[in-house]
């Protein structure tokens, strides 16, 4: 392969999100070459954050929406000093993060149809898709001789088994409105069950993984593949997280609204946006300060620590009877990869299972890959940073073919 086909060969990795933007460019051989984000799109001052190796360009940028975002991103691409590329046909796919893609199983090239079946979940990721939709509108435009492939959050869980994904409601709910469990983070779960089974030294281990960060899911993992997931038809299902409830009694709703006059929009805002770590704690969805607070005696901060825990301790539980055998355990995502504290906390109850933490190891194993199970724990516990845009790119690549 020669110089020139070489710089055919970058793959361009973007997630757009309700007021940012993030973006990584990769060589064929997966290695980052730069990565940015512009944030605050749409407010006074927006900033973008640019790095290239150890280096880190900063800025205030006037951004008023997505596609001025877009804008300055291809801009820092093609700049002679912070750029990765001398033209646009260097790159050869862009990927874009889709968070709700239903029942696709497979990466997907932007088109129109597919455009319009991911706009038809917009109602259930109202957080996400229609910012995802948008970049992927707005980068067509922008690079409309590029393939373009969207990449779902919901793909690694079209495995799970009938019994796992499907409601206890009528067959014909599922049938004629397609409603069941679709789960969310599943490259984040895929990447980190793929770096697992290399630290383990194992084809194909029996996992539970943890996403746990402002978003958390609990996922099984058998043999490759997603048998069960605690996110459900919405990323509002499951385990108590930074903003979200997890799992309620849905009677809640009819109550509040009959009994008390709450809205159904209001009562969903709150479900997503108010309640949580950031409901119970009355502080922050951030566990560093919600934990440092608890340090000084802050009760409702404790009771967030508690509840949080708790939860994730029950789904682990859980799906050790999924699995059978579990061989690892393993922590992912900002709270996971950075929290001692928290692991300490949900491994005190995983005692039952045969998972015991070492305490010196897990106190070290901040923001790194590491394990940190004691000596003659039954279950392995590791910590591993995810990487879903690197997970994202070779899944880009492999849509093409190159």
């Known amino acids: 392969m020669g110089k020139e086909d070489e710089k055919m060969k970058k793959i361009l990795m973007l997630n757009c999100g309700s007021s940012s933007i993030k973006y990584r460019l990769f060589d064929s051989a997966f290695r980052e070459i ?3 984000k512009v944030e605050r799109i749409g407010e006074k001052e927006s900033e973008i954050v640019h790095s290239k190796g150890s280096r880190v360009y900063r800025a205030k940028v006037k951004s008023n929406n997505h596609k ?3 804008a300055l991103m291809i801009r820092m691409l093609h700049d002679k000093e912070w750029g990765g590329i001398r033209n646009v046909a260097e790159i050869s796919v862009i990927g874009h993060r889709a968070v709700h893609g239903g029942q696709m199983a497979k990466t997907s090239l932007v088109s129109g149809a597919a455009l319009d079946y991911l706009k038809s979940f917009e109602m259930l990721a109202p957080l996400h898709n229609p910012h995802n939709i948008e970049g992927m509108k707005e980068m067509k435009k922008a690079m409309p001789n590029v393939p373009q492939v969207m990449i779902f959050d919901t793909a690694f869980h079209q495995t799970m088994p009938r019994k796992a994904y499907m409601y206890g409601l009528p067959y014909s709910f599922f049938d004629k409105y397609a409603v ?3 789960g969310f983070h599943g490259t984040s779960h895929k990447y980190v069950s793929l770096r697992a089974a290399e630290m383990l030294r194992m ?10 960060g402002a978003g958390s899911s609990i996922t099984a993992i058998k043999d490759g593949k997603s048998i069960d997931t605690s996110m459900g038809m919405t990323p509002l299902e499951g385990v108590m997280m930074g903003t979200r409830t997890g799992d309620i009694d849905p009677s809640i709703v009819q109550y509040l609204v009959n009994k008390y006059g709450f809205g159904y929009d209001d ?11 950031l409901g119970i704690s009355g502080t922050s969805k951030d566990i560093r300060i919600i934990e440092g607070k608890a340090k000084k005696g802050n009760e409702r901060c404790e009771l967030a620590l508690e509840m949080f825990s708790y939860r994730v301790s029950k789904y682990i539980g859980a799906y050790a009877v ?3 055998r579990v061989d690892a355990i393993v922590f992912t995502a ?3 990869e950075n929290s001692p504290s928290m692991r300490k906390r949900i491994c005190s109850n995983l005692g039952i299972i045969g998972a015991r933490l070492d305490p010196r190891k897990n106190t070290k194993a901040i923001g790194k890959e590491a394990d ?9 516990i590791l910590v591993i940073p995810t990487d879903e845009e690197l997970m994202m790119a070779k899944e880009a690549a492999a849509a093409i073919g190159k």
């Open 34 to 36: 730069l990565s940015g």
């Open 203 to 212: 084809k194909k281990p029996n996992l539970i993984t943890c996403h746990l």
């Open 267 to 277: 009562l969903f805002d709150i479900m997503n946006n108010k309640s949580g770590l």
């Open 68 to 70: 001025e975002a877009i």
């Open 372 to 380: 940190v199970s004691a000596k003659g724990s039954k279950i392995r």
């Open 334 to 336: 900002g709270i996971g």
């Open 322 to 324: 999924a699995l059978g």
């Open 180 to 182: 069941r469990r679709y």
